[in-house]
């Protein structure tokens, strides 16, 4: 909130009033109206969303400073710029100073900027559950100015204070609005560098032509003014009512009874917003619209464009750069027309055979048509080409610490746990064909939540797109910046025959998951994609650090129903759907997430007891007739370096991996997971479920 610009005389003298002498009783000097900048609104979008004071929130420091590691909320607040900004937020908007970042949108100008889409809902809500009825911002904002002296855009800086100081609960009434708004005020004068002028009734301000000055209307005198009025127009009516053979008193009977039910109504909301928080309740609300849905399937287009590339390339450097990844996934997209294209380029080449700096270009485009040629024959297959990792920290001269991931070495294949010789063995030889030959995943259909920046869920999704698979995979907030890296996934990794069906989802939602699960199962004549699913990995999380036993928030029961509750109601929809489509014979393998953290690092809210809920499922597939509709695997998953519930920790992985525990990263516990498809193993989980400890 920049300062009041410089003036001189009474405004000079006016504005350099401490900022404690706030208060103005209904009468008030008008203030310059300072338009409202980008910068205002980024602040405050930051502050209220890390629940922090604006003066807490230094806009010289970065988003991702201050959600501290924690990338899921990261993004949410990058989603929510994309909302509010429309369009106008740079990339890496996480990594600039706010300040910068507000420059980069460049709104900073004379006319300042008007409060968007995402802030205008924000305020809604603010004052739908936490001012008492017949409080709006109309009448916030006619305080504001007949007692405040503020203008329109002044006012709108207000607001933004105002958020981040929502009450706890609903106000009970309009003197607690009152003084609330008076604390706002208060704050908000102390931000933006001006004082507000005690003035009694009909006094007058001096004025030299730069400060306006008037008196003012008592506001007590101008309400029994209009009372007045309105008593004199009721009675005029009631005249005329009965002239016209109107029953009034019928209609003020209505009018009374709809006073009533709405006043019973806002009890009841009051009561679930006091019992379950903000949290709880705001974080339940749904996701899901078929009309944000995005279909990527254009695998065949990104082949073409790739091997283009490649092959120009090797024409101006002369050289081929040998790339084995790439060339596998021309493989794994290998198509009749791409085969044709080769060989039209290799006969260019053939006929500029004289032209010895195409002789490399010309081996390289053969090389690439055998391989795809023969391709054409098997089924694409997920290969993991990369190497393991391992963390490393360091503090450089200047003491800033710096985080790195550099190769694993020493890396054994033995297991510390056998639960099963058997199955033991199928998944290390399942583990040593995706890192060899491959696992195709052609043909198959599968469901992936929870596919954040970072995360396992996402590296699923590049595992099964590259096997061939058509795939679903939800989102949380919906953003330009996320269609684009969803986009680029699937341009970088899609293979023949694969798909990748994007959808905005919230599985904190019991509405998200019936609608989700029925368009999974609709027929496609009724707009649905007519699947069954193959494989489900129901990976949403909720991040959720500092909440103990002592103070359980709103945000850990909403972290239990997303990651615990609305798992088993998303396995439920899917065995319904199944049973109504006669799908008895083909069971959804679902990967259930589990994990060995239970309450072991603590402050976590109800995480340890949501994954140890989830090892119910074991017992339900006989309890609950599961077979022939879903089988259970579940996957203990480890340390995972990154990931929007672990990144905090990336600086310590170090010394836990030197006492001798093992962490991984994102696409190294994805790897380990997407194993667990292989068909031995899920021969093997269609007969009884199995755990995996990873």
């Known amino acids: 909130f920049p300062p009041q610009p410089a003036a001189e005389g009474p405004l000079a003298q006016f504005l350099s009033n401490s900022a404690d002498d706030v208060m103005v009783s209904d009468a008030s000097v008008e203030i310059a109206d300072v338009p409202l900048q980008a910068i205002n609104v980024l602040h405050a979008i930051v502050a209220h969303k890390i629940k922090q004071s604006l003066s807490a929130v230094s806009v010289q420091n970065t988003i991702k400073n201050l959600v501290d590691g924690k990338s899921t909320l990261q993004n949410e607040i990058v989603g929510d710029l994309h909302k ?53 911002v109309s009448n916030m904002r006619k305080i504001l100015e007949s007692s405040y002296g503020l203008g329109p855009q002044c006012q709108d800086a207000v607001l933004l204070v105002a958020l981040t100081m929502e009450p706890s609960e609903r106000l009970a009434n309009e003197n607690a609005a009152n003084a609330w708004l008076d604390t706002v005020a208060k704050v908000y004068v102390q931000l933006a560098g001006i004082s507000f002028a005690k003035k009694s009734n009909g006094s007058k301000a001096a004025s030299d032509g730069k400060l306006s000055a008037k008196t003012m209307v008592s506001s007590a005198a101008l309400e029994s003014l209009e009372k007045k009025q309105q008593e004199h127009a009721m009675q005029q009516i009631e005249v005329l009512a009965r002239y016209a053979g109107l029953d009034i008193q019928q209609s003020r009977q209505l009018a009374d009874k709809h006073q009533a039910e709405s006043a019973d109504n806002q009890a009841k909301l009051d009561s679930i917003y006091n019992e379950f928080g903000n949290d709880l309740v705001d974080g339940v609300k749904p996701r899901f619209d078929i ?51 080769l060989s039209g380029m290799a006969a260019v080449f053939e006929n500029a055979n004289s032209n010895p700096a195409l002789r490399p270009a010309l081996e390289l485009t053969k090389k690439i048509h055998s391989a795809c040629s023969k391709a054409l024959k098997y089924p694409p297959a997920y290969v993991e080409f990369s190497k393991p990792m391992q963390p490393k920290t360091s503090i450089l001269s200047n003491g800033s610490v710096s985080y790195s991931e550099i190769p694993h070495n020493g890396e054994s294949g033995d297991s510390q746990w056998q639960f099963s010789s058997v199955f033991s063995t199928f998944f290390f030889e399942s583990m040593y064909s995706a890192a060899t030959t491959g696992l195709s995943y052609s043909g198959k259909t599968a469901l992936v939540t929870g596919c954040g920046r970072d995360s396992i869920g996402t590296e699923i999704v590049h595992g099964l797109l590259s096997g061939g698979a058509q795939v679903i995979a939800t989102y949380y907030t919906h953003s330009l910046a996320t269609v684009k890296f969803f986009e680029q996934l699937y341009r970088e990794h899609g293979a023949r025959g694969s798909e990748l069906i994007l959808v905005p989802f919230n599985q904190g939602s019991t509405k998200d998951i019936s609608e989700l699960v029925d368009f999974i199962y609709r027929d496609v004549s009724n707009k649905g994609l007519g699947w069954d699913l193959d494989y489900v990995f129901p990976f949403a999380a ?19 129903r997303a990651m615990l509750t609305n798992v088993l109601r998303l396995l439920g929809a899917i065995k319904t759907a199944k049973e109504q ?114």
């Open 542 to 560: 909720v991040t959720v650090i500092g909440s103990f036993a002592t103070n359980l928030s709103s945000q850990s029961e909403f972290a239990q």
């Open 291 to 341: 009309c944000k849905i995005h279909h990527y399937d254009s695998y065949w287009n990104w082949a073409r464009q790739k091997a283009f590339e490649w092959i120009q390339s090797t024409v101006l450097s002369g050289k081929i750069k040998e790339d084995n990844k790439l060339l596998h996934y021309l493989c794994n997209c290998a198509n009749p027309e791409l085969v044709d294209m």
């Open 581 to 694: 489509h006669k799908y008895n014979s083909r069971p959804s393998l679902v990967i259930v997430p589990l994990s060995p953290n239970h309450g072991a690092f603590g402050g976590e809210g109800l995480y340890g007891e949501c994954k140890i809920g989830l090892e119910t499922t074991f017992n339900c597939w006989t309890s609950e007739s599961w077979k022939g509709y879903l089988s259970i695997a579940g996957a203990v998953i480890g340390w995972t370096r990154g990931t929007g519930l672990m990144s905090a920790n990336n600086l310590i992985a170090q010394k836990i991996e030197e006492h001798g525990a093992r962490t991984f990263s994102t696409f190294e516990m994805a790897f380990s997971i997407l194993a667990i498809l292989h068909p031995s193993i899920c021969h093997a989980v269609h007969k009884e479920p199995i755990w995996v400890d990873l």
């Open 84 to 136: 509010e900004f429309d369009g106008k937020v740079p990339d890496k908007v996480e990594e600039m100073p706010l300040q910068e970042a507000a420059a980069a949108i460049g709104s900073n100008s004379t006319a300042g900027v008007q409060l968007g889409k995402y802030m205008q809902s924000l305020v809604s809500r603010l004052f739908s559950t936490k001012m008492p009825g017949g409080f709006t």
